[in-house]
């Protein structure tokens, strides 16, 4: 039996990285599938992978900063399968800001689109889901955070921004949301072996001195498998997760370094 037998899971970002392998470890584990990403090929390209292990799933091509996708991702979910167990709000950006010597003259293209994306987009997607949610006296809601909401570094101020406010965003609806059976928790991970990380890797350089530009000094512990962010994920869909609410779960070498 799976963890998440009998159990439907909406993830947005399914197309690629993190949110594409929690996908496919919540269909493994017996979950059925929402999946939401502004990317259309990669997207079916997941559901593809999913249907190849025997799981069930479909997709809505839409964007987390659209109103209309995120209701159509949410309905179809509920008309499909009568029900949502989990959300799971993982897509995210970064777009290029400042320069080193003018952190303070951030473009309002990067600042606008990053929270736009990054905070203003889960919230939307917690909205849509939450009186569902409360309907039922039930629900697990994962938030992706990272370790820059705990922390911060210099040259990102509008991820650095945008993941704080997730992590407000998220213990602000713990409250409100626990007396109603709803649990709402962030996941704080450091360096993961993404795609995205590669091609920041390629572009701008080694990691080790990419983290001494951004004010961090020194790499902790190399970058941890997309796996073991999932599998943490798996852990808060799970019934295994029922007392917790608001937490903000530290992962990768950055650990040793947060209060």
């Not at 213990?171 to 649990?183: E, M, Q, S, T, Y």
Request: charged fraction near 20%; glycine fraction near 10%.
């Amino acid at each position: 039996m799976g963890r998440l037998d009998g159990k439907v899971a909406i993830i947005t970002g399914a197309g690629m990285g993190i949110a594409k392998n929690m996908s496919l470890l919540f269909a493994r584990e017996g979950a059925r599938l929402g999946l939401l990403d502004i990317k259309e090929a990669e997207l079916q390209q997941t559901v593809a992978e999913i249907e190849a292990i025997g799981a069930e799933a479909f997709m809505v091509v839409g964007d987390v900063r659209q109103t209309g996708d995120i209701d159509k991702w949410v309905k179809t979910a509920i008309s499909k399968y009568g029900k949502v167990d989990i959300e799971a709000n993982i897509a995210g950006l970064q777009v290029g800001g400042a320069g080193p010597d003018q952190f303070y003259d951030v473009p309002d293209e990067a600042w606008n689109t990053t929270l736009d994306v990054n905070l203003k987009g889960v919230w939307l997607c917690c909205k849509a889901v939450i009186p569902h949610m409360v309907e039922r006296k039930k629900g697990k809601i994962i938030n992706m955070a990272s370790c820059l909401a705990l922390v911060g570094a210099v040259h990102n101020i509008p991820y650095i921004v945008s993941k704080h406010g997730v992590l407000g965003l998220t213990r602000a609806l713990a409250v409100d949301l626990a007396p109603k059976g709803i649990n709402v928790n962030a996941i704080c991970p450091a360096e993961v072996d993404t795609p995205l990380l590669k091609q920041v890797v390629e572009q701008c350089g080694p990691l080790e001195e990419l983290t001494k530009t951004w004010g961090i000094g020194h790499i902790v512990s190399p970058p941890m498998p997309m796996e073991a962010v999932s599998r943490l994920a798996l852990f808060l869909a799970s019934e295994d997760s029922d007392q917790l609410h608001g937490r903000a779960f530290h992962l990768g070498g950055w650990t040793a370094l947060i209060p």
